[in-house]
């Protein structure tokens, strides 16, 4: 008792003692706190005390100031008496220059094993202050003590002790607030700083841990400015390597942790976050800046794109990231034609036809439908009839929006100006290509999946008015292959069913080019034999789709009152072009009846249009 009421005599002292004394003090005091019996007797000790010697010591002499173990001392107090105490963690928090000494000892370079120990204690001194704290949680988040401790995590501690895994939950604490609070320095030291982080999950720690470590680069992920460096920095190969280990982890953890303790759900949920990341990372134009066929990390993924289950209901997130980081690549023709010798689109093709997993199927569709954009690599890569067979699947045997809209964008791309393959394919007596499309049409409920067939026929005719080849076969084909678009089963929708929908039905921002696209569609048929036929019988059967015609011509309606049209003056002025050259394709053609020709001059007269 004795001993402890002079070490409380010399914190008390007016006169500052000596560096022994104050020493030998903090070493009592330090027993003292630490020691539950002992505890009661540190309420009499000035805390205030405490923090000024803190705020002394760092501003004292080097001989002062590198003293460790009277440090050490110092802190083991500080940490004991804040354990649970709102008041003491208020007082510690109300002088930054606390937890600026505090962050000097994580991030000091000495590795002595003195100051290896003085790490572990300030850790746990930040872990008693921050403990069901949100203001000093807050804090040292505006301190960037996280940064701090992510590199202690990395570089000064050891995996296999307990005090990393307190340090991690002490990282997720003050990480917490990441959403809310701006640090005063962001990233500071990027390059070195963000690859620290990103090593944390590969880390030999249990399965807690691992998630724990994933939550921290979760965090970081929904930070744009943090995406944004990733890719300015060129280590976007981190986030990949991270989605692998974590599948891996959690093939491996379902079979060795606790049934209790394993929640495959936190996996899949990582592996989302980690995907959407490269998702956001490859989709900015700076992506594009910093990545080409030339890089060793681009050219490692080109035999990835292949799933390695031969289980068609596998879910392996890592097919499809290849896929899509690979796919937004493609911004022109020349990266298209670079990358496309590199990727293997047979194999592609194949788990194409067969897979279920609608991440992959949407990231394939795409990086393929990409490759094929330009007329060369669509002659060279995608003229084998069995591709269009494996698309199919997408659209015919997965029920997902997406997809199925992915297999037809595809479909319309390897056709689209392939005269000779779309002619073969729709001639074709054997082939239900034709009737399988307007099947989905005609069963579907999706909105999206209908304006996606109508791009897709408008393909079809723009294509088939191509100029014609001067084969003989092919141009006999080409009758063929006319007759199979317009003479339709009674029972089945008619080819021009996708583009009234569209005309009626995409109004909304974004997909209302769909409208203008389908009125070029309409053109192009009535210009093909039996086209303007078929086209002014849709028109006589439909009085809406007429009135809509008449809009399109633009002017004034029969009362006089202005039409109130807010869709942008480009898209109505290609509108009105196909509108008034769809009316001059029924009036000048031979199949049309005369009722229909009147009603569609009368419609032009009115508007004061003439056509030569």
């Not at 005063?184 to 999950?201: K, T």
């Not at 006089?560 to 009036?587: F, Q, S, T």
């Amino acid at each position: 008792m004795a001993d402890f009421e002079w070490a409380q005599s010399v914190l008390d002292a007016d006169e500052r003692p000596s560096l022994s004394d104050i020493a030998r003090a903090l070493q009592i005091l330090a027993d003292s706190s630490a020691d539950p019996e002992l505890r009661l007797r540190m309420q009499d000790v000035s805390f205030q005390q405490l923090l000024s010697l803190l705020s002394g010591l760092a501003a004292s002499s080097a001989q002062e100031s590198s003293n460790l173990t009277l440090w050490r001392n110092l802190l083991r107090c500080v940490g004991n008496m804040i354990a649970d105490n709102d008041a003491r963690r208020a007082q510690l928090l109300e002088d930054p220059t606390y937890l600026m000494t505090l962050d000097s000892f994580l991030t000091s370079i000495s590795n002595n094993p003195e100051s290896t120990t003085l790490v572990d204690i300030t850790v746990k001194v930040l872990f008693n202050l921050c403990t069901d704290y949100t203001p000093a949680q807050k804090e040292c988040f505006n301190q960037n003590i996280h940064q701090s401790l992510i590199y202690c995590l990395d570089t000064r501690l050891a995996v296999d002790q307990g005090i990393w895994g307190l340090a991690l939950d002490l990282t997720c604490m003050i990480l917490e607030h990441k959403q809310e609070l701006k640090p005063s320095q962001e990233y500071p030291d990027f390059e070195a700083n963000a690859p620290r982080l990103l090593r944390l999950p590969l880390a030999e720690v249990d399965a807690t841990a691992f998630l724990d470590a994933l939550t921290l680069v979760a965090a970081h992920l929904l930070d744009k400015n943090f995406v944004q460096k990733l890719v300015e920095h060129k280590q976007i190969e981190h986030i990949w390597k991270l989605l692998k280990r974590t599948e891996h982890r959690m093939l491996s953890d379902r079979e060795t942790e606790d049934q209790d303790d394993y929640d495959e759900k936190q996996y899949l949920q990582f592996q989302l976050v980690l995907s959407q990341g490269l998702a956001d990372m490859t989709a900015l134009p700076l992506y594009n800046d910093k990545y080409d066929t030339t890089d060793s990390f681009i050219q490692s993924l080109y035999p990835q794109v292949i799933p390695t289950s031969t289980d068609p209901t596998s879910r392996s997130p890592v097919a499809p990231a290849a896929c899509l980081i690979l796919g937004n690549l493609i911004i022109s023709d020349e990266a298209a034609i670079s990358l496309a010798p590199h990727i293997p689109i047979k194999d592609l093709f194949a788990k194409l036809g067969r897979s279920n997993d609608s991440a992959f199927l949407n990231a394939a569709s795409g990086l393929l439908r990409h490759l094929s954009t330009p007329v060369q690599n669509r002659e060279h890569y995608f003229a084998d009839p069995e591709y269009l067979l494996s698309t199919r699947h997408l659209y015919t045997d997965i029920p997902l929006e997406q997809v199925q809209m992915g297999g037809l964008a595809l479909t319309r791309q390897i056709l689209a100006n392939m005269k000779p393959r779309l002619v073969a394919l729709l001639s074709s007596a054997t082939n239900k290509f034709l009737s399988t499309l307007l099947s989905i049409y005609q069963t579907t409920t999706s909105t999206s999946v209908k304006l996606e067939m109508s791009r897709l026929v408008v393909s079809f005719f723009r294509t088939l008015q191509a100029s014609s080849a001067t084969v003989s076969e092919i141009e006999t084909g080409e009758e063929e292959a006319t007759r199979a678009l317009f003479d339709t089963p009674v029972n089945t929708s008619s080819i021009l069913d996708p583009l009234v929908f569209s005309i009626k039905h995409a109004a909304e921002p974004g997909i209302i080019a769909i409208q203008a696209e389908a009125w070029l569609g309409l053109n192009l048929a009535a210009r093909l034999p039996s086209g303007a036929r078929k086209v002014s019988t849709a028109f006589s059967d439909d009085e809406e789709l007429f009135a809509l015609f008449i809009s399109r011509l633009g002017g004034k309606p029969g009362d006089g009152e202005e039409v109130k049209d807010e869709r942008p003056e480009w898209l109505r002025e290609k509108e009105r072009d196909n509108a008034v050259l769809l009316g001059a394709e029924l009036i000048k053609a031979e199949d049309v009846d005369g009722d229909v020709k009147e009603k569609f001059k009368l419609a032009l007269r009115e508007k004061e249009i003439r056509i030569g």
